[in-house]
């Protein structure tokens, strides 16, 4: 029975920091604002969040035409990602048979629920019972 499951565990190649694109995209945007702000002679007070932003990326501007090879290690990263979360078991189930799955599992809890609650019953009648002795 415990061979017909399969390990929920993650591989060790897969990790939260190899899926999280958000931060390092922060990054490199805030990057391109500075440099947009630079060119502009803007001088705009800097937020807890940008400034946060700011000393993470370096301060350094980035153009538009720098972007692709900015984002290039960032792409790597998503297509890494990508593959191992394919490699994952039962990824190429539907939902609908993820739904039957869960069905059964309900009915088969409600079964045992079931079941565990009349052992419980016969418990206590036995255990009211269990002192008088029959002869």
Known sequence: MASDVPSLALPP?????SLDALSELAIVLAKVRTSI??????????????????????GQPLSFKDV??????????LQHARAEVRALPDMDRGVDEQRREMAELEARIITQRALLERLRDDGLRFGKDGDKMEV
Do not use: C, F, I, M
């Open 13 to 17: 190649t897969l990790s939260p920091d």
């Open 37 to 58: 702000q630079s060119s502009a002679g803007l001088a705009t007070a800097a937020t807890p969040g940008t400034a946060a932003v700011a000393a993470a990326s370096g």
């Open 68 to 77: 692709p090879g900015a984002t290039d290690a960032l792409k790597h990263k």
